[in-house]
T-cell receptor, first 115, second 110 residues
């Protein structure tokens, strides 16, 4: 299995509080991604990174920010959590820069509940 | 219209059955195609890539029809352990985003 961990694995928070989710990889892959998964919507891309300090928005980026100061860590921040951000969040990494077109490996996920 | 569409199922089949999943995509410029498998409350995992010539991995066969923008997955001799959600995934290009279908749920019964 690819070396990807996410923390925390479960979190319950209140509306309006800031929340940061962490994704850590030991594979030294260039690309990292944050997705959310909700019933009826499947997996949707929030933000992704193609290198240290290089990030871009996905299709559902409103209300989220990211940072990548080191190759191995990709942080997702909800500045002021809302109930609509209750979801399962998956981090993924890609070996796309090593000849494996777009194959992504996923972390175990973080279940976030915003009350 | 969603970029990647799948029949959500569920497909309920007996052990030993052959089951086929279909998927259509809207972006004709899409370059790479995959099937991922997701077990309940777990992360998605790559099942197989899909090539224009078709490819087979044991009991699993994937086909791509670029002209019709259609991808299929065939599972022969279904096992109980095949019960999962199967995600059709398309990418517009190199190193970029993956576009996921909603997934098709498969339940294999004894």
């Amino acid at each position: 299995d690819a070396g990807i961990t996410q923390s925390p694995r479960h979190k319950v928070t209140e509306t309006g509080t800031p929340v940061t989710l962490r994704c850590h990889q030991t594979e030294n892959h260039r690309y990292m991604y944050w997705y959310r998964q909700d019933p009826g919507h499947g997996l949707r891309l929030i933000h992704y990174s193609y290198g240290v300090k290089d990030t871009d928005k996905g299709e559902v980026s409103d209300g989220y920010s990211v940072s990548r100061s080191k190759t191995e860590d990709f942080l997702l921040t909800l500045e002021s959590a809302t109930s609509s951000q209750t979801s399962v969040y998956f981090c993924a990494i890609s070996a796309a820069d090593r000849g494996h077109y777009n194959e992504q490996f996923f972390g175990p996920g973080t279940r976030l509940t915003v009350l | 219209r969603k970029e990647v569409e799948q029949d959500p199922g569920p497909f309920n089949v007996p052990e030993g059955a052959t089951v086929a999943f279909n998927c259509t995509y809207s972006n004709s410029a899409s370059q790479s195609f995959f099937w991922y498998r997701q077990d309940c409350r777990k992360e998605p995992k790559l099942l197989m890539s899909v090539y224009s010539s078709g490819n087979e991995d044991g009991r699993f066969t994937a086909q791509l029809n670029r002209a019709s923008q259609y991808i299929s997955l065939l599972i022969r001799d279904s096992k109980l352990s095949d019960s999962a959600t199967y995600l059709c995934v398309v990418t517009p290009g190199w190193g970029g985003k993956l576009i996921f279908g909603q997934g098709t749920e498969l339940s294999v019964k004894p």
